[in-house]
């Protein structure tokens, strides 16, 4: 995906990666001047850690986040919030993100249509609407 849309990213988790330079809403512009839509879910995933913010506690955050969202089969995720908090003196923090996704219709399919689809790369560049 990342690459039909010259989109600058990172691999990050198994078959994820990471998009930068990027907020969901210029992500947004790029994704619909391709003929795409972006789907933005309401319901929030948090997960929360013991200690303060750190690389390697955030991304253990993401892979419990990842978990938890994988079952529903969208093909991208939005980070909204990484908080620190304390509580009786201790550190802890909270990451928050939302389930997003891309395709071409603008009804967004059903998750077993989202779990028996091609793969991101081949309908991105398939003949049913490659980006131009």
Known sequence: MAEV????????????SMVKAHDGFTLDDKI?????NFFFL???????FFGAIGATKVREAMKRILGKVKQQNFNCLEVTGIEAKRFCGMPYATV?????????????????TRRNGPGDAEWATGPAGGIP
């Open 5 to 16: 849309l010259a989109l600058e990213s990172e691999p990050y988790f198994e078959n994820w």
């Open 32 to 36: 619909h001047a391709a003929g795409w």
């Open 42 to 48: 309401a319901a929030e995933v948090k997960v929360m």
């Open 96 to 112: 928050s993100a939302h389930s997003r996704h891309i395709q071409l219709g603008c009804q967004l399919d059903v998750i077993e």
